[in-house]
């Protein structure tokens, strides 16, 4: 199995490596402290050493459970960069409750979630802070002002953005003297919505890689009984085996990894052996015809 190689992820910024743990479902994997710095050791030693959070995740119990099991190998912290996002402001609702879950980025809003999600983790600076989905009500003054602080302060090295069309994109990047360094967006053969509306076209132009979320549509490809779910586990299969791969997994990968905005690939799962699968995919070389056959096969009809 190759070792995971570390790429740029925008002119000026961060190294990630190319597959990214993600930390999403961490509060379901049922592991105490210990095993989950040995997951991730096991994942570090791949060299998967780019770990995703969120301070919505697990409402913080997340970042919480991941800082107990870095507090019991401190040596571990500079082994690994982390990312984590702010903005959804979750409110959990009884009969009576009339607040809604909502988006916040004000610059007080983005200052305390940091300070919260820091506190969490057990650690004095993340590598990379995201804003977590577009806020119909952001001032990019003002989170370009949160962001000069938490940079001048030395608690955030990098920011990027998550879910942002290509306009909202620019729009953030055009008041600020640093570079947005991703856009972490959703891909995989179930929705590639951002193939096709122009936010891949984009972040290729300005050279800044994507990172993709639920590459397997969180599990959705393998258990859907849709037509296009099974139009698609079909034709992963057959790919599967011309190529030479364990698994569909793999194919989906590679299928996700061919894109040239060069996305690095977000893993979901909190097992060690699909982690392995997904290492070994990057060996894949999926050519055109291949690719678009997976594109064929979502959409149930072929290209003009
Ligand atoms: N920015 C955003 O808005 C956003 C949104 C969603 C996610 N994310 C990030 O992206 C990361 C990955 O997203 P994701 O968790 O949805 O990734 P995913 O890889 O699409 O889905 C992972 C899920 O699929 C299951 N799975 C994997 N292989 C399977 C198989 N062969 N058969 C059946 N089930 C299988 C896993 O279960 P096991 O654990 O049992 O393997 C896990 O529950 C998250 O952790 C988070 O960091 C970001």
Known sequence: MSHVEKVLMAPQGPQFSKLVQGYWRLGAW?????????FLKAHVEMGITSV??????????CETLFGEALKLDSSMRDQIEIISKFGINGIATGA???RVSHYDSSQQAILASTEHSLRRLGVEQLDTLLVHRPDFLMDADQVAEAFTKLKQSGKVKHFGVSNFTASQFDL??????MPLVTNQVEINP????????GVCDQLQQVRVRPM???????????RAQTEQAKRLRETLTELAQELGASSMEQVIFAWVLKHPSNP???IGSGKIERIKEAVSALALQMNTEQWYRVWVASKGFGVA
Request: proline share 0%; glycine share 8%; hydrophobic share 45%.
């Open 96 to 98: 009576n409750e009339k």
């Open 30 to 38: 049922d592991m105490n402290a210990q095993s989950r710095l040995s």
């Open 212 to 222: 993709a979320w639920s590459c397997l549509a969180g599990g959705e490809i393998f």
């Open 190 to 197: 179930m929705n590639f919505d951002v193939i096709e509306n």
């Open 264 to 266: 690095v690939a977000l």
């Open 52 to 61: 995703d959070h969120a301070a919505i995740y697990g409402a913080g119990e």
């Open 172 to 177: 953030l990047q055009s008041r600020l003297d």
